[in-house]
């Protein structure tokens, strides 16, 4: 019997003494990371949440085994930022369904959340029609029967059936009332149960996972009480994808008790809050770089090489190189080259071998 045939199944029950230490910690880490933010400056903390929306947007996607095109997400979230970056990718349309509901439900969190709503977010994830090679019935709730299966043909495995297309609309009522109502209840708790019961339902054809963790990012948005996303669970899931799918498939197996996977649910947020935080501190770092080199006068090459040292720059840096992402001369990027070591802010490498190479100096 699945959760969803139980009677009263929504009346969701925990050990809280069993979830007060993940909680605690999840709590705890929210608070540390939201003052370590503060102290990076504006500038810094929309570059905090460009990662975090591009970390996110793609993960999610990956979660389901479809892979989005780095380079793409990037320019979508940074035109929607309103960030300057070279080299922006024109033609995003294929991604910006995938941005665009993750910066709905985060920026508009406080915002009731509707039907119209969900199928706005459903027919962006779908805009073609289309979910892999099949089509699906986009912008609205499914009218077919649903089941999750893995396996060769002949030798399926059923890992979910989703409750009958007609009791849809009924449950996706009671969902969306217990969703916007006010009623006091821990909000990452409820960012846990949310996800259960959205998953649950399976009320779309196709993107139900997606939309999911939207809604999740959605009330962590209301728990943080900002717009700005500055970690990502969905980043997190990535890397115990396995386990994830488990402790689901076992909580919609089960009774109403959701110890378990608030329990899991939890400890995996406190992960995903603790690895931004490392980031937020590389992050740190680069503003304290800018800093201490504010005053120094640099062209425009040199400005963009360093910046590239600091994010997404592969390999070591050495004079060819530079001379080919700058598109000048050899003799032109070793004095670029010299004039930072001059200042102090390149330091050449000791490893030696037959390229000089260069790093950022300490």
Same mark, same amino acid.
């Given at each position: 019997? +699945?959760?969803?045939? @139980? ?44 990662? #975090?929306? #591009? ?17 793409? $997400? ?18 995003? @349309? ?22 119209? @709503? ?21 912008? *609205? ?16 495995? $059923?890992? +979910? ?9 009924? /449950?996706?009522?009671?969902?969306? $009332?217990?969703?916007?109502?006010? #009623? ?11 996800? !259960?019961?959205?998953?649950? !339902? ?8 997606? !939309? ?18 500055? +970690?990502? /669970?969905?980043?997190? &899931? ?30 995996? =947020? ?10 937020? @501190?590389?992050? =740190? ?16 090459? *040199? ?24 598109? #000048? ?7 670029? &080259? ?25």
């Amino acid at each position: 019997m +699945y959760l969803h045939e @139980r009677d009263n199944w929504t009346a969701f029950h925990w050990d809280s003494e069993a979830i007060l230490r993940p909680l605690s910690l999840a709590r705890f880490s929210q608070g540390v990371l939201l003052g370590e933010i503060e102290e990076i400056g504006l500038e810094y903390e929309t570059e905090a949440e460009a990662e #975090v929306l #591009v970390s996110e947007v793609i993960a999610s996607s990956q979660i389901e085994g479809i892979a989005l095109n780095m380079d793409k $997400v990037r320019s979508s979230v940074a035109r929607r930022l309103g960030i300057e970056r070279a080299g922006v990718i024109a033609d995003t @349309r294929d991604v910006d369904g995938a941005v665009g509901i993750l910066l709905d439900a985060t920026q508009n969190a406080r915002e009731p959340l509707t039907h119209e @709503r969900l199928f706005g977010w459903h027919e962006s994830l779908f805009s073609r029609g289309y979910g892999g090679f099949h089509h699906i019935d986009i912008g *609205q709730y499914r009218v077919r029967e649903m089941q999750i299966v893995s396996g060769a043909i002949g030798h399926e495995c $059923v890992h +979910y059936e989703a409750p009958a297309p007609e009791l849809v609309v009924r /449950m996706m009522d009671d969902f969306l $009332v217990w969703f916007n109502d006010d #009623v006091e209840m821990e909000p990452l708790i409820k960012a846990g149960l949310a996800h !259960i019961w959205f998953v649950a !339902i399976h009320p779309f054809d196709d993107g139900n996972g997606r !939309i999911t963790r939207a809604l999740t990012e959605m009330l962590l948005a209301r728990s943080d009480n900002a717009s700005r996303r500055y +970690y990502s /669970m969905a980043g997190r &899931i990535l890397t115990d994808r396995e386990k994830y799918y488990t402790v689901l498939e076992r909580s919609q197996k089960s009774d109403s008790d959701m110890t378990a996977w608030l329990f899991w649910f939890l400890i995996t =947020l406190n992960d995903a809050i603790n690895q931004s935080r490392m980031s937020i @501190r590389e992050i =740190l770092q680069r503003a304290e770089f800018w800093r201490k080199h504010g005053g120094v006068s640099l062209n425009e090459r *040199q400005t963009k090489i360093l910046k590239k040292l600091q994010s997404d720059f592969e390999g070591k840096l050495t004079s060819t190189k530079w001379a080919k992402i700058c598109r #000048v001369s050899h003799d032109t990027a070793l004095r670029d &080259i010299n004039d930072l070591v001059e200042k102090g802010i390149l330091a050449q490498d000791r490893s030696g071998g037959r390229s000089t190479s260069y790093r950022l100096a300490r």
